[in-house]
Each structure stands twice: as structure tokens, then as C-alpha cells.
């Protein structure tokens, strides 16, 4: 069932999306050659639990870890370790803050020092995807409007969506109803009303769709080695445009945290 939330409900969500999107902004800030994954993901949970909050995916379903940490080929869910970041490399940052009984989602890719034409135009793609979706994240549009359009911008700048792995409704859990494919048929699915609270996450690979599962359970790559990206905010649906609550502009320095 898709929980409708009141205002109260969705000022406390504003609060942990904050959070952790300046977990994201911190996160990114650190990527660099000679970083590895695990000092980025100590860092970010220092960071949450200094605000009071918990790391949403810290032993979520045996998760290890605060931040998914997903380098490369890697699609989703790369668990942070030993890994020292390289010159070129592309990291996507996935990561989630509760508190106040409230979960807040984001992730970006960012890439590390210089990277090839090819990972700018998939991170670019992919970040754009997602703005392309939300312009129909509008009261009495329809579910299938969002998937549709993000399938439409990737597939037209020659990508391929991940579609084992889709977005999710949001709120006092991190995955509730309803699922958001990152493609689809438009005017399908449930109708979009104020207070619905969505997490949007096109997963975007360079090369084909396929995916693989490695041997740890989580980590998901693409099945060509190709690289992959991915993007994703928590939104809520108003009576007018959608409103991001993992806001843009949140800094980990407004918090007063420095690297």
C-alpha cells in the first residue's frame, strides 16, 4: 500500500534527506587517487552518527557497511574495503540517513581526477535522466510517466537501464511502495498524488543491460565490463513541481564538518 504523508511527516523526512545528501556531498568531496572506499565509508558514518542519525544501510538485510561504494563496472551495492581509488576511475556513492523515524536516499556518480570522455557523458547522462523523470513527478500524472521518460533520455543517448534493480517508495522504511522502474510505458501505473514520498535511482550502464551478481551477494556488475552509473534522490510529490529532499545544496560544512 503507498502511504500518503502529512506535513509533519514530510518535514522530518526534509531533515534526514539533508543529512544524507550532505553525506553524499562529503563522500564525494574525499574521492581522489590513493583513497580507498573504506576510509570514504568510515568518514560518512562518522558523519551521520555526529548528527544524531543512523546509517540506513548499515546491516540492512546483512549489509556491512554505511555506504555502498560501487567503482567501475560496478552498477550497485559495491561494498567498501581495501579498494584504493585510481586516476580515472568512476565511484557511484549510494548512501542513507534515518532519523526521526525517517529515511532519506541519494546517490551520484563522481568521477576521480580525470576520467574518459566516455564515463563524463555517462555520469552527465545518467544525473539528467533522473531530472528528465521528475519533470513528470506531478499531481495526476501516472507512475509509468517517470519510468518512460527516463528510459527514453538513456536509450536516446545510446545507454542501457538496469532493470533487475528500481526505485522505491520512502518514509518510516527504506523500501516501501510503490516500486519505480527506470523504464516503462507512460500513462500506466499508479496515479501520482500529493504527499507520496519516492526515492528515483536510474541505474545506467555504457554498454548493454545485463547485469551479474558477484560471489559477496551484493555487488552487481555489468555483464560486458562496460562501466555504469547511477543517480538518485528522494523526492516528494506536491500540489505544484516535486520538491527534492535530499536537497542539492545540502554541505557537509553546514553541519560543521570538515574533511
Known sequence: MITLKSPHEIEAMRRAGRITSAARALAGAMIRPGVTTKEIDQAVYEFITAQG?????????????SVCASVNDEVIHG??????????????????????????DCCATFPCGAVSEEARTLIEVTRQSFFEGIRYAVKGYRLGDIS??????????????????????????????????NYGVAGRGPRLLPGMTLAIEPMVNAGGAAIRVLADGWTVKTQDGALAAHYENTICITEGEPEILTALDASYEEFGWKL
Open 148 to 181: 518512460a521518460a527516463i528510459q527514453a533520455y538513456v536509450e536516446g543517448h545510446g545507454c542501457s537501464v538496469v532493470r533487475e534493480y528500481v526505485g522505491h517508495g520512502i518514509g518510516t522504511k527504506m523500501h516501501e511502495a510503490p516500486e519505480v522502474p
Open 53 to 65: 542519525a543512523v546509517p540506513s544501510f548499515l546491516n540492512y538485510n546483512g549489509f556491512p557497511a
Open 79 to 104: 561494498i567498501p574495503g581495501k579498494r584504493v581509488l585510481r586516476e580515472g576511475d568512476i565511484v557511484s556513492i549510494d548512501v542513507g540517513a534515518y532519523t526521526g523515524g525517517y529515511h532519506g
